[in-house]
């Protein structure tokens, strides 16, 4: 059974930093796809950033560009998400997810969320 658990959630104040991580088990998806994604009260679920596993390649929103990086370590099957400059606006569930292919990746595993309060 395929898990994807999230920690490193919780509150942060403007200009401070977070990393969220994401461990898989069950699986490996070296050859796929991770991300992370947000949801904030009221408001659609959100693509933060996304790097492909086997070559690094990374997506990054333009909401969190210069402020968030996603990086991965393929030997612990984890993904990161280092949060520097956090903005109230950036308050959400984070959500990691993964796929099982990339290029064109399908996000079909994903984790319950962590927290992220950002206080200003």
């Known amino acids: 059974q395929v898990q994807l658990v999230e920690s490193g959630g919780g509150l942060v104040q403007t200009g401070g930093s977070l990393r969220l991580s994401c461990v898989a088990s069950g699986r490996t998806f070296s050859s796929g796809a991770m991300g992370w994604f947000r949801q904030a009260p009221g408001k659609e679920r959100e693509k933060v950033a996304t790097i492909a596993m086997s070559v690094g390649v990374t997506f990054h929103a333009d909401s969190v560009k210069g402020r968030f990086i996603i990086s991965r370590d393929n030997a612990k099957n984890t993904v990161y998400l280092q949060m520097n400059n956090p903005k109230p606006e950036d308050t959400a569930v984070y959500y990691c997810?993964?796929?099982?292919?990339?290029?064109?990746?399908?996000?079909?595993?994903w984790g319950q969320g962590t927290q992220v309060t950002v206080s200003s």
């Open positions: 997810a993964a796929s099982r292919r990339w290029p064109r990746p399908e996000y079909d595993y």
